[in-house]
């Protein structure tokens, strides 16, 4: 359920440890701290909620495709984890208002998440989704493609969510 309040304080904590840390690395997401539906506020009209929400699922993903950590719920049963096919339904279902208001978070998510589809064997990973579901979200990715990430998409990403590093 949306918390306005609730999600205002984990931006807030989010933004915080980025700027500390210089980068969205190495989180422990499933904390206190960050823990949040964040994909309830992708297409939310509130740039800062839709553009945050992003940036943490965007440091939900980078975490896996870095092998630093896996963030995501596997099993039927749920504890502190995130649903990887909530994330993925609401951003397919607002992929366009995505890409029309934060077009370098949108091909910085679809780059990473090729990444992940290119190294893993996502259908075997999670027993909690379906694998249609799964190959939904591949075929997804794969007619999304944009190309190879750079260090100046990946810091104008950041700007769109109202970020920007000192050391840039």
């Known amino acids: 359920m949306k918390n306005n309040g609730l999600l205002e304080i984990k931006l ?8 500390e840390e210089g980068d969205i690395i190495d989180f422990i997401w499933c904390s206190e701290e960050l ?5 309830l506020h992708f297409g939310d009209t509130n740039s800062e909620f839709s553009s945050g929400s992003l940036i943490a699922f965007l440091g939900l993903l980078l975490e896996w495709d870095d092998g630093s950590g896996f963030p995501f719920c596997q099993e039927k049963e749920f504890n502190t984890c995130y649903e990887f096919d909530k994330f993925m339904e609401y951003f397919i279902v607002d992929k ?3 890409k029309d208001r934060f077009p370098y978070i949108f091909e910085l998510i679809v780059i990473t998440l090729n990444s992940i589809f290119n190294t893993e064997d996502i259908l075997t990973i999670f027993s909690n989704i ?4 799964l190959k939904r ?4 990715v794969r007619s999304n493609k944009v190309e190879n990430i750079d260090r100046e998409v990946y810091m104008k990403a950041l700007n769109e969510a109202g970020i920007v590093l000192g050391n840039s």
């Open 35 to 39: 823990y949040y539906p964040y994909y």
């Open 130 to 133: 379906t694998k249609e579901d």
């Open 137 to 140: 979200y591949e075929d997804f």
């Open 96 to 98: 366009e208002k995505i």
């Open 12 to 19: 807030t904590n989010l933004y915080n440890m980025i700027n």
